[in-house]
């Protein structure tokens, strides 16, 4: 099999025309130096309208540069199955991640997680590339997922997408409002997070959808990105997401947390359009339709 090396185009704007070419590199297209010595021992490593760049060459206002990424290899044991594939370009692939699977192996999923199957998926699409997860769901949340195919795109997206949850609480809320509580990890807890003042500011906004069978389905939007936060500051005010036994939810209508990554939006890095994935909840409406 020929792997197809992974690659990003970058257009050169006025403001740095007749720069140096590594000016334009790290302050425009956020290349590291780490990165940029790299991509300097690698053949073709950056290129200018179809030929190599030097660092020190000058670059003009509309030059097409094109950056090729070292060889990477798949880290993870790939393994056959369904992915629900949402959106794909060079740079990025975003799948519907199923509940009940976990993103990266840990002891007891070695070879059922998401990036198990994300291998198997480059393989046949002839794409060599790390697992990089841009956002990472729990076990049983499910939705949206973006997983970097080079390293450049997995250190800038991180900060820039705009995320939008769904979920159902238990209790009636209505209206919209802002959890601004601090999170730490609970006392004699490995992962359980708990409101403590000594603990990291997290701001969580959420907007009542509609209300039925002591439920509420919710439309959530994170300003900080904290472990756990949603399912934390929802059992703080006394509406814990249905189905989380960990924060006090039930298990006797919903199997799993009722939390799905419902929106992601985001502006492509290299040509600058915006970008909206949507994943609708759908199974959370069939459910949440059917309380009485």
């Known amino acids: 099999m020929e792997n197809k090396r992974s690659e990003t185009i970058f257009i050169?704007?006025?403001?740095?025309?007749?720069?140096?070419?590594?000016?334009?590199?790290?302050?425009?297209?956020?290349?590291?130096?780490?990165?940029?010595?790299?991509?300097?021992?690698?053949?073709?490593?950056?290129?200018?309208?179809g030929e190599l760049l030097r660092s020190i060459d000058k670059v003009n206002a509309g030059d097409v540069i094109t950056i090729k990424f070292p060889d990477e290899e798949i880290s993870v044991e790939p393994t056959e199955g369904k992915l629900d594939v949402l959106f794909e370009n060079k740079n990025i692939l975003a799948v519907n991640k199923?509940?009940?699977?976990?993103?990266?192996?840990?002891?007891?999923?070695?070879?059922?997680?998401?990036?198990?199957?994300?291998?198997?998926?480059?393989?046949?699409?002839?794409?060599?590339?790390?697992?990089?997860?841009?956002?990472?769901?729990?076990?049983?949340?499910?939705?949206?997922?973006?997983?970097?195919?080079?390293?450049?795109?997995?250190?800038?997206?991180?900060?820039?997408?705009k995320k939008k949850y769904t979920a159902i609480c238990e209790g009636e809320l209505f209206g919209s409002g802002t959890i601004d509580a601090p999170l730490a990890l609970k006392e004699g807890h490995t992962i359980c997070r708990e409101v403590r003042a000594d603990g990291v500011r997290a701001v969580t906004h959420w907007k009542s959808l509609a209300v039925k069978g002591n439920h509420t389905m919710l439309e959530l939007v994170?300003?900080?990105?904290?472990?756990?936060?949603?399912?934390?500051?929802?059992?703080?005010?006394?509406?814990?997401?249905?189905?989380?036994d960990m924060y006090g939810g039930h298990l006797d209508i919903f199997d799993r947390q009722c939390l799905h990554c419902?929106?992601?939006?985001?502006?492509?890095?290299?040509?600058?359009?915006?970008?909206?994935?949507?994943?609708?909840?759908?199974?959370?409406?069939?459910?949440?339709?059917?309380?009485?």
């Not at 790390?130 to 795109?153: E, H, P, Q, W, Y």
């Not at 939006?265 to 009485?292: H, M, T």
């Open 12 to 49: 050169v704007p006025q403001s740095f025309d007749r720069m140096n070419a590594e000016i334009f590199l790290r302050k425009h297209c956020a290349v590291s130096a780490r990165l940029l010595t790299r991509l300097k021992r690698t053949e073709n490593g950056i290129t200018r309208n």
């Open 98 to 161: 199923p509940p009940f699977m976990p993103v990266h192996p840990v002891h007891d999923h070695i070879f059922d997680t998401l990036a198990n199957i994300v291998a198997y998926y480059q393989i046949q699409n002839d794409e060599i590339y790390t697992f990089r997860a841009v956002n990472r769901l729990d076990r049983n949340t499910s939705g949206i997922v973006i997983i970097a195919k080079n390293r450049l795109t997995a250190s800038i997206l991180p900060n820039t997408v």
């Open 222 to 244: 994170l300003e900080t990105g904290r472990t756990h936060q949603i399912r934390a500051h929802m059992a703080h005010i006394g509406h814990p997401l249905a189905g989380d």
């Open 262 to 292: 419902s929106q992601a939006e985001f502006e492509d890095l290299y040509s600058g359009e915006k970008i909206v994935i949507d994943c609708p909840a759908k199974e959370f409406w069939d459910k949440f339709n059917k309380l009485v």
